[in-house]
């Protein structure tokens, strides 16, 4: 395995000795795929959906072949067939006879084959006729179903095809997908409600066609091992305190503790103080600052107002109570409503089930709200 100077990493997946946890996870997701099953999973964003199937694909069940596909940049079913094609173009062995059929299949469509810029990994764009991508969509699966190992795709941020144009993009998947027996799929998705609006509702095509997963925070003691081993790795003490402090305040989102422990990794040597960790903190806030100010310009006032409160209590279960409202001077319940339908369609805050199935709301950005209850 590769080793890299920071173990706290920020972005992509660098193989298990990185990844803490999503022990349970990982399992589900792959039983589920050994029985034959597709998964949904859902969870906010940053929290390890991408991870986790990283996690899963890098060591799939024995005799898969796992393709992966983030859909976010999407907009329409010929972006998502580039993307495919992209996909299994990258990933496929060339030699293997069956492979080699479906390459040669996306070689007669006359892909342009180009590098990004950033990654420098290949992407194709192939070409097609408006109103054929889905002619083609269903043949390049229809070739994985006659693949000599079973696969699986992941669709990561799969609540876009929503967005697209075409219509019923589901009915379009769905009717596909239910004719295949050696394809199975991981959808995952950040926005809950749109995810939910798929496959929970009974008059939808993917209605019970998944299993659901939601993944939640990593347990506390649990990333506090994890962390404590990898500062101990390098020949740095850090106290248990310490960690329970700075994953509260990065209130457990992985993305979040990530990022405090890669700056005070960077930083420090020797013994990690309270105040070492704290300077670490206050500088992510500096560098955010301008943002944060971006955000209020791109606000109304009483969304504003609204995300400012939200950030203040952590989390808000009862936000047009009378005592919320009066407490921060919201105005009415319904001005509150309305920002409050505002701010989660920006993804400015999301909302959730706590444990006792209460909603609750609460600012997204774990940055913000810190900085928030600095001032
Ligand atoms: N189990 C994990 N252990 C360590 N880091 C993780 C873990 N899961 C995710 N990360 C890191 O946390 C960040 C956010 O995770 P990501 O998978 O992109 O979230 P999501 O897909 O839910 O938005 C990424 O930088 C990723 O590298
Ligand atoms: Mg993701």
Redesign the pocket.
């Known amino acids: 395995m590769k080793s890299i100077s920071n173990p706290f990493?920020?972005?992509?997946?660098q193989g298990g000795e990185?990844?803490?946890?999503?022990l349970e996870e990982t399992e589900v997701l792959k039983s589920n795929l050994i029985n034959g099953q597709s998964t949904t999973l859902v969870?906010i964003?940053?929290?390890?959906?991408?991870?986790?199937i990283r996690h899963v694909l890098a060591n799939p069940p024995e005799n898969y072949t796992a393709i992966y596909l983030d859909i976010l940049p999407t907009e329409n079913l010929k972006d998502f067939l580039n993307v495919l094609a992209t996909a299994i173009f990258t990933t496929l062995p060339e030699h293997s006879k069956p492979g080699n059929k479906i390459l040669d299949y996306l070689k007669s469509l006359r892909p342009i084959i180009t590098f990004d810029p950033l990654t420098g990994f290949p992407q194709l764009t192939v070409d097609v006729r408006p109103g054929e991508a889905e002619r083609h969509i269903q043949s390049v699966l229809e070739y994985l179903e006659a693949y000599p190992q079973k696969v699986v795709i992941a669709i990561d941020e799969f609540q876009q095809i929503m967005n697209y144009p075409e219509k019923n993009m589901d009915a379009f998947l769905r009717s596909i997908i239910q004719t295949l027996n050696n394809v199975r799929f991981i959808f995952s998705g950040?926005q809950q409600h749109l995810m939910t609006q798929l496959f929970a509702d009974p008059s939808r095509p993917f209605y019970q066609s998944a299993a659901f997963l939601k993944i939640g925070k990593?347990e506390a003691k649990v990333y506090a091992l994890f962390i404590r081993h990898h500062f101990e790795k390098a020949e740095m003490m850090i106290g248990q305190e310490i960690i329970n402090n700075m994953l509260s305040w990065a209130d457990h989102h992985?993305?979040y503790v990530?990022l405090l422990c890669n700056r005070v990794f960077a930083s420090a040597s020797g013994e990690i103080d309270d105040t070492c960790w704290r300077e670490q903190a206050s500088r992510l806030l500096q560098e955010q600052e301008i943002v944060f100010f971006k955000y209020r310009d791109l606000l109304t006032k009483q969304q504003w107002y609204l995300l400012k409160a939200i950030a203040h209590e952590e989390t808000v279960y009862y936000p047009t109570s009378k005592g919320f409202i009066g407490k921060y001077n919201l105005g009415s319940p319904a001005t509150v409503l309305r920002s409050l339908q505002a701010l989660t369609d920006k993804e400015m805050i999301y909302s959730d089930y706590a444990e006792d199935g209460q909603l609750f709301y609460s600012v997204y950005d774990v940055l913000f709200r810190r900085w928030m209850q600095s001032r």
């Not at 964003?45 to 986790?52: A, E, H, S």
């Open positions: 990493i920020t972005t992509g997946y990185y990844f803490c946890d999503r969870a964003r940053r929290i390890g959906k991408t991870g986790l950040s990593i992985t993305y990530q």
